[in-house]
């Protein structure tokens, strides 16, 4: 089965420019998480969804950030304008709701800011 | 916010010799998880905790859930070249009847030496 898939892999871009992450997640899971792993900070809630609704965005640092789920099967992570503080690894993870089901992780963007 | 307080922050060891590590948190969890991240890829489950108490063994790795639901730990008996990696713990709050985000520790590098 084809688990949670992220494109692109690696994206660097200069500051100022907008910023996409894609997001596939494993079908079937109702749930839809995005995160941020920094060396300092380490991995970080950013936003979740529910059956392709927001349900948290606390973890959203700017308003910068922006998130959407317009199905099922497809997540975006819009930044505009990058920063070079954003520069970190992304992920996506998706789950089930019924009964408590552990997250599965996709393999990440590794996004660099100039 | 939890937070969760892993230790150690990395491990030196010879190949063979048993691993010890752990997670504290002044939260309760409903569920905790433990993954293992390696270079370019997203973290990786290894064993799910579900109940205060529960002790889970997946091959040579073993966790327990705490009684307190405070606290969890993995153990990694007769290591081996390709346990090489970060483990991170991750603890799970159910609220309002759907799951949360994760909450991660900021992992422990195991390193092995031929």
């Known amino acids: 089965d084809a688990g949670v898939i992220q494109s692109p892999r690696h994206e660097v871009t200069e500051m100022g420019q907008e910023v996409t992450l894609r997001c596939k997640p494993i079908?079937?899971?109702?749930?839809l998480f995005w995160y941020r792993q920094t060396m300092m900070r380490g991995l970080e809630l950013l936003i979740y969804?529910?059956?392709?609704?927001?349900?948290?965005d606390s973890g959203m640092p700017e308003d910068r950030f922006s998130a959407k789920m317009p199905n099922a099967s497809f997540s975006t992570l819009k930044i505009q304008p990058s920063e070079p503080r954003d520069s970190a690894v992304y992920f996506c993870?998706?789950?089930?709701?019924?009964?408590?089901?552990?997250?599965?992780f996709g393999d990440g963007t590794r996004l660099s800011i100039l | 916010g939890q937070q969760l307080n892993q230790s150690p922050q990395s491990m030196f060891i010879q190949e063979g010799e048993d691993v010890s590590m752990n997670c504290t948190s002044s939260s309760i969890f409903n569920t905790w998880l433990w993954y293992k991240q390696e270079p370019g890829e997203g973290p990786v489950l290894l064993i799910a905790l579900y109940k205060a108490g529960e002790l889970t063994s997946n091959g040579r790795l073993t966790a327990q859930f705490g009684i307190t639901r405070k606290d969890s730990f993995l153990n990694i008996s007769a290591s081996i070249p390709s346990d090489v990696g970060i483990y991170f713990c991750?603890?799970?709050?159910?609220?309002?009847?759907?799951?949360?985000?994760?909450?991660f520790g900021k992992g422990t590098h195991l390193i092995i030496q031929p």
């Open positions: 969804f529910n059956n392709n609704v927001p349900i948290d």
């Open positions: 079908s079937g899971h109702d749930y």
């Open positions: 993870a998706s789950s089930f709701s019924t009964s408590p089901q552990p997250q599965h």
């Open positions: 991750a603890g799970l709050v159910y609220s309002g009847g759907g799951a949360d985000g994760l909450t």
